[in-house]
């Protein structure tokens, strides 16, 4: 299961119906679209569990948000107010992993229980482009299995050419595979700069080495 959450701010009342009218018109399969939660921070602690007390292990200012969640990609699709970099923390709990979103001074929650996590992997932008067939980020797309609703991985197959509003392709691409509760397999896409790698990788390796694919 992956939970989300924004705080409450203007122009977010009409959610419940925005989003009810949105899936109710999409096709429910296994490939990608799953209808998800909108929660309350608390939940989330709910549950994948709290941060730690004294030490909170976290990768914060390190990663932007590229897609993979549904109810958040819609909502951005929607408002013309975010941000084209929208800055992505990774937290540590005990029972998951929580991802936070933020576009200006709102926050947005997703997580991804442990046991529904099934790998991590960091992939460089012309190895994707070059070796789309031995990619996982790459046979995903080729296959059909990975939406692109914000336009944000078309970069990939046409030759990293930068974005409409001059944001260039990013350097890394930090994708998340697990499956929801129906066993179905999803993505959440991040991505890095060069000069964040080894923190990055660092943080994956000490905290995430089991799920992480060098």
Same mark, same amino acid.
């Given at each position: ?10 122009? $977010? ?23 998800? @939660?909108?929660?309350? /921070? ?11 007390? $004294? ?26 107010? $975010? ?8 937290? !540590?709990? /005990? ?10 001074? @709102? @926050? ?6 442990? @046991? ?19 990619? #996982?980020?790459?046979?995903? !797309? ?35 595979? $697990? ?14 700069? *060069? ?15 089991? *799920?992480?694919? #060098?």
């Amino acid at each position: 299961m992956i939970l989300t959450k924004v705080k409450a701010g203007a122009g $977010f009342s009409s959610y419940s119906h925005f989003f009810v009218d949105k899936f109710e018109k999409c096709i429910i399969n296994c490939n990608y679209v799953t209808l998800m @939660q909108l929660l309350e /921070k608390n939940e989330i602690a709910q549950m994948i569990g709290n941060l730690g007390l $004294f030490h909170q292990v976290k990768l914060m200012n390190k990663l932007s948000y590229i897609s993979g969640v549904e109810p958040f990609d819609r909502l951005v699709q929607e408002k013309k107010t $975010f941000s084209p970099k929208l800055t992505t923390n990774l937290l !540590m709990r /005990k029972g998951g992993l929580e991802i936070q979103i933020s576009n200006g001074s @709102q @926050q947005f929650y997703a997580a991804i229980p442990f @046991q529904n996590l099934n790998d991590i992997v960091l992939e460089d932008k012309e190895q994707i482009l070059l070796r789309k067939e031995r990619s #996982v980020l790459g046979k995903a !797309m080729l296959r059909g299995n990975l939406l692109d609703p914000l336009g944000r991985l078309q970069n990939i197959f046409t030759d990293l050419i930068p974005h409409k509003g001059g944001i260039k392709a990013p350097d890394l691409y930090l994708s998340f595979s $697990f499956q929801d509760d129906n066993n179905c397999n999803r993505m959440i896409i991040l991505s890095c700069m *060069y000069k964040n790698k080894l923190h990055v990788s660092n943080f994956l390796c000490s905290h995430l080495c089991e *799920y992480y694919k #060098v």
